[in-house]
């Protein structure tokens, strides 16, 4: 039998990470879309860095900034007794970095496609930005809401390079079902590792089904318009 | 009468008609330069309106008709500007009031409706309405504009014309002062147009507006406006009552 601690604490890794994101691409999301500012392009290549670069890089400037040795790992040390390397809270902010793009991206993209006079009219009829926000515009891009939950939820499960720099493989804390995978191929498990593979596997598939599936179903609501 | 309004200078001419109080109810001057397809194109414009009026703005695309109603509803930002409604200030830009566009009391029609996919016909114009408002206007609005039967539907199962009259059903829910109006009627065919120009002027009359129409349609115009400004370039080059305007012997609009 597999340990399913491993894939246990994966589901939590990514259901911890997914809420949070939700709340952060939100507002995020609106800014960006919406935002005339310039420097926005340049936010947006930041947000989306993670999505090209190696995760190694992304691991490795991460594992310095949380090294209770040296700037900011140690002034989390210091003033709050916090060590975020080798850690399940540090497994869940790069999990929000990593991921970030995959939230935020569809949220922006759901937000461009809406007509800009739905908000304009939502003003001349008196109401706040933030009324228009949650009863007019969110309602209207529940798919992309969804798309980038489901996304991010998939991809933080299917992390290992940042895991590995900044995590590494300790039991019940940092051994997410990805590196559990690892290690028993280096220890000659195939059978077990397959286990994990299998898992693994199946669930992106039906991830994948899902985001389709609800894609599909936008679609054809959007042609019923 | 001593305060007297600020525009005093002779920018302002008062469009001839019905004015029996002095102080006009719309006041309005604005400029702004527009980025058209020809390139850059500056829009002036000042005019005022009294209370009840129906005023068309009428001329060629990209003459900035429709970014002069923006401008009277805040939804654009005017480089330099004086807006009084019914002796508020909506915006002043040498004492840099803006009054936001949620705080202007108008009601505006789109040209393509903008009206919400989610919501039911009847949900549109609750929505429109504040806590604290009357619900009764709500049955009385279905009623006039014959939308009872389509109450509980969403845009999407609606008309060009139905969904029309609940544009112009939400936009006055809220009882506004101005009711602006964005060539509503340009995507209707000439039947649709017809009867939807009578239920402009009931609502109109009823509810006791003052309209601003943008309009490229002539006998949409004759029709429904008592003044008409018309607009090209970006300045007002003509205005006055519709017949006078448009059926003068020499009339370079014909």
């Known amino acids: ?225 | 009468m001593t305060d007297f309004a600020p525009i005093s200078d002779n920018i302002i001419r008062p469009i001839p008609g019905n004015i029996a109080d002095p102080t006009p109810f719309l006041q309005f001057r604005a400029t702004k330069t527009l980025h058209t397809t020809w390139g850059p194109q500056r829009l002036d414009v000042s005019f005022e309106l009294p209370r009840g009026s129906v005023l068309a703005i009428y001329g060629p695309s990209g003459a900035g008709k429709t970014t002069l109603l923006r401008i009277l509803s805040g939804l654009t930002p005017a480089a330099s500007g004086y807006i009084e409604v019914n002796g508020e200030v909506w915006l002043d830009t040498a004492r840099r009031i803006n009054l936001p566009t949620r705080r202007r009391s108008i009601g505006f029609v789109f040209q393509d409706f903008a009206l919400f996919p989610h919501f039911t016909v009847r949900q549109q114009l609750e929505y429109a309405l504040d806590k604290s408002t009357d619900r009764s206007v709500i049955p009385e609005l279905l009623a006039l504009m014959e939308l009872e039967a389509l109450q509980h539907l969403r845009p999407a199962l609606l008309s060009g014309g139905q969904q029309q009259r609940v544009a112009l059903a939400r936009a006055i829910a809220r009882r506004p002062r101005l009711l602006l109006l964005d060539e509503p009627l340009s995507a209707l065919d000439d039947d649709m147009r017809h009867k939807l120009q009578e239920y402009l002027l009931k609502i109109h009359r009823q509810y006791g507006l003052t309209t601003l129409l943008v309009s490229h349609h002539l006998p949409e115009v004759l029709r429904l406006s008592d003044k008409v400004m018309v607009l090209e370039k970006g300045t007002v080059t003509r205005e006055g009552a519709p017949l006078g305007l448009f059926f003068a012997p020499f009339s370079p609009l014909l």
């Open chain 1, 1 to 225: 039998m597999i340990d399913w601690q491993p894939l246990w604490l994966s589901l939590r890794l990514a259901a911890i990470t997914t809420t949070i994101l939700l709340l952060l691409a939100i507002p995020l999301g609106y800014w960006l879309a919406y935002s005339r500012q310039r420097w926005t392009i340049a936010a947006e290549a930041i947000i989306s860095l993670p999505m090209v670069l190696p995760p190694t890089v992304l691991g490795f400037y991460l594992l310095l900034a949380f090294s209770p040795s040296q700037g900011f790992g140690r002034w989390l040390d210091h003033h709050f007794n916090i060590r975020l390397a080798f850690t399940f809270p540090g497994l869940v902010i790069a999990s929000l970095i990593y991921s970030l793009p995959f939230t935020v991206n569809p949220i922006v993209a759901g937000f461009r496609t809406l007509p800009a006079d739905w908000r304009n009219a939502s003003r001349t009829l008196g109401k706040s930005d933030w009324n228009t926000l949650v009863r007019i515009l969110l309602p209207n891009i529940r798919a992309s809401l969804i798309t980038g939950a489901v996304l991010s939820f998939a991809h933080t499960i299917g992390e290992f390079g940042v895991v590995m720099m900044i995590g590494g493989s300790i039991p019940g804390q940092t051994r997410v079902a990805s590196i559990a995978l690892y290690d028993e191929v280096q220890s000659m498990n195939n059978r077990t590792a397959n286990r994990y593979a299998l898992v693994l596997l199946a669930f992106s598939f039906i991830i994948l089904l899902l985001v389709y599936g609800i894609n599909q179903q936008a679609a054809k609501s959007k042609t019923m318009l």
